[in-house]
T-cell receptor
Framework: AQSVTQLDSHVSVSEGTPVLLRCNYS??????LFWYVQHPNKGLQLLLK??????LVKGINGFEAEFKKSETSFHLTKPSAHMSDAAEYFC?????????????FGKGTKLSVKP | GAGVSQSPSNKVTEKGKDVELRCDPI?????LYWYRQSLGQGLEFLIY????????KSGLPSDRFSAERTGGSVSTLTIQRTQQEDSAVYLC???????????FGPGTRLTVT
C-alpha cells in the first residue's frame, strides 16, 4: 500500500530564508509523487509532480523537490521564502503508481513566514 | 475557463438529517473524485467516477454515504442520517482523464450539530 509521511506538522521561517518541507513515502510501485498547496479558504493547487522522469522537479512559485529513491524521500524546497508562501502543503502519492488515480495525502505541513 | 465548483459552500445540519453536496466538474473532464478533509483524519479519498460509473468506492466510510454522477458531468454526494463525525470539508476534483492532473474545487464545509 502507498503512504506518505510528512515529518513536520508546522514549519516557521523568516522571509527571505530557505524553506524545507520534508516528506517520506512508501510505495510498492515506482511512485508518482506530488506536492499540493492549500491557501486559507482556497482550493488545493498542484505545485509540482514527479512521474519517473527527472529526479529534480521544478514547480510553480520557485518551489522544487528532489526524488531520492535510496532515502524514499521527496522533500520540497525553496531558496527564499516569501510572505505569500504561508499556506498548508501536502505531499501526495498516487495509489496506482504511474497514473494519478486516487491520491493519498500526507497529514500536511503548515508553513508560517515571519516578516 | 470555469474551474470546479461546489455547492453549497457551507452547510450546517442537525444530527440525523440527510444532506446532499454538489460538484460541477470542469467541462469535458471525464474523471471526478470526492475527498474529505477533517481535523482528525487529514485528507481522505472517498470515491472516484469515470464517466457515470464508480469503479472505486473503497473510501466511502459507511453505507450512509453514497454518490452518483449523471450525464458524465454533475456529481452529488449524499450523506444519510448525518453524525457529528461527518463534520468536515468535502472536496471534489476533476481531471480530463484518470491519469491527468486533478483540479480541485473550493470544498463544502459541513457542520453537523
Amino acid at each position: 500500500a502507498q503512504s506518505v509521511t510528512q515529518l513536520d506538522s508546522h514549519v516557521s521561517v523568516s522571509e527571505g530564508t530557505p524553506v524545507l518541507l520534508r516528506c517520506n513515502y512508501s510505495s510498492s510501485y515506482s511512485p508518482s509523487l506530488f506536492w499540493y498547496v492549500q491557501h486559507p479558504n482556497k482550493g488545493l493547487q498542484l505545485l509540482l509532480k514527479y512521474t519517473s522522469a527527472a529526479t529534480l522537479v521544478k514547480g510553480i512559485n520557485g518551489f522544487e523537490a528532489e526524488f531520492k529513491k535510496s532515502e524514499t524521500s521527496f522533500h520540497l524546497t525553496k531558496p527564499s521564502a516569501h510572505m505569500s508562501d504561508a499556506a498548508e502543503y501536502f505531499c501526495v502519492v498516487s495509489e496506482y503508481g504511474g497514473s494519478q488515480g486516487n491520491l493519498i495525502f500526507g497529514k500536511g505541513t503548515k508553513l508560517s513566514v515571519k516578516p | 475557463g470555469a474551474g470546479v465548483s461546489q455547492s453549497p459552500s457551507n452547510k450546517v445540519t442537525e444530527k440525523g438529517k440527510d444532506v446532499e453536496l454538489r460538484c460541477d466538474p470542469i467541462s469535458g473532464h471525464t474523471a471526478l473524485y470526492w475527498y474529505r478533509q477533517s481535523l482528525g483524519q487529514g485528507l481522505e479519498f472517498l470515491i472516484y467516477f469515470q464517466g457515470n460509473s464508480a469503479p472505486d468506492k473503497s473510501g466511502l466510510p459507511s453505507d450512509r454515504f453514497s454518490a452518483e454522477r449523471t450525464g458524465g458531468s454533475v456529481s452529488t454526494l449524499t450523506i444519510q442520517r448525518t453524525q457529528q463525525e461527518d463534520s468536515a470539508v468535502y472536496l471534489c476534483a476533476s481531471s480530463l482523464k484518470p491519469d491527468h492532473e486533478q483540479y480541485f474545487g473550493p470544498g463544502t464545509r459541513l457542520t453537523v450539530t
